[in-house]
Nanobody, 124 residues
Framework: QVQLAESGGDSVEAGGSLRLSCAASGDISSFVSMAWFRQIPGKEREGVATIFTRTHTTRYRDSVQGRFTISQDQGKNTMYLQMNDLKQEDTAMYYC?????????????????WGQGTQVTVSS
């Protein structure tokens, strides 16, 4: 099983930027896709963005479109999420997940490997 480790979470003011990283212990090209999800206490985990590892096709949830950019570096087995113009509603624990099957990109059940999460807090 591939281990995933997120980093880069922090506390920032609204309008600021952060870059999250997700380092995999193995070859990420073995996955169909990788994605960033986020979760706040008491709510379901929601998809933020995904990237298909072979085609580099990306998908975003509407609320982050134009502000967030997902990317990958297969040489480093690492996925990134560049987050710009952060808003208070972006505050959450961010998780990276990896899927070995095709499914709706924001279906968390399709992702069999998860990291431990990194906290992003945006203040006004």
């Amino acid at each position: 099983q591939v281990q995933l480790a997120e980093s880069g979470g922090d506390s920032v003011e609204a309008g600021g930027s952060l870059r999250l990283s997700c380092a995999a212990s193995g070859d990420i090209s073995s996955f169909v896709s990788m994605a960033w999800f986020r979760q706040i206490p008491g709510k379901e985990r929601e998809g933020v963005a995904t990237i298909f590892t072979r085609t580099h096709t990306t998908r975003y949830r509407d609320s982050v479109q134009g502000r967030f950019t997902i990317s990958q570096d297969q040489g480093k087995n690492t996925m990134y999420l560049q987050m710009n113009d952060l808003k208070q509603e972006d505050t959450a624990m961010y998780y990276c997940g990896a899927a070995r099957i095709y499914s709706a990109w924001d279906n968390s059940a399709a992702y069999g490997d998860w990291g431990q999460g990194t906290q992003v807090t945006v203040s006004s």
